[in-house]
Nanobody, 124 residues
Framework: QVQLVESGGGLVQAGGSLRLSCAAS????????MAWFRQAPGKEREFVAA????????NYADSVKGRFTLSRDNAKNTVYLQMNSLKPEDTAVYYC?????????????????WGQGTQVTVSS
């Protein structure tokens, strides 16, 4: 059973930056597609970004393109979400997800491991 542990959330002013990390418990991480989703109060969980197992390809939601950067370090079993130019509408609980089938798209149902989530709050 793969365990994912997110960290790096917090409170930041609009225009600021945060870096989220997601550490996986197994070395098989290097073969997984990885993604971040977020869920704001009263809203459905939505796709943020995803990265191929090799790190050579990424996908981003239109709402974060140009502001967020997703990367991974397979030697450390960790993915990183660098979030710049944060806006109040980025406020949400951010979840890390892993797909053992190497999927790295937008569908929540194709990720079979999830972290507990980390809160990101952006004040105006």
């Amino acid at each position: 059973q793969v365990q994912l542990v997110e960290s790096g959330g917090g409170l930041v002013q609009a225009g600021g930056s945060l870096r989220l990390s997601c550490a996986a418990s197994e070395d098989t991480f290097s073969r997984f597609g990885m993604a971040w989703f977020r869920q704001a109060p009263g809203k459905e969980r939505e796709f943020v970004a995803a990265i191929k197992w090799s790190g050579t390809s990424t996908n981003y939601a239109d709402s974060v393109k140009g502001r967020f950067t997703l990367s991974r370090d397979n030697a450390k079993n960790t993915v990183y979400l660098q979030m710049n130019s944060l806006k109040p509408e980025d406020t949400a609980v951010y979840y890390c997800a892993a797909s053992s089938s190497r999927y790295y798209g937008v569908q929540t149902g194709l990720y079979n491991y999830w972290g507990q989530g980390t809160q990101v709050t952006v004040s105006s």
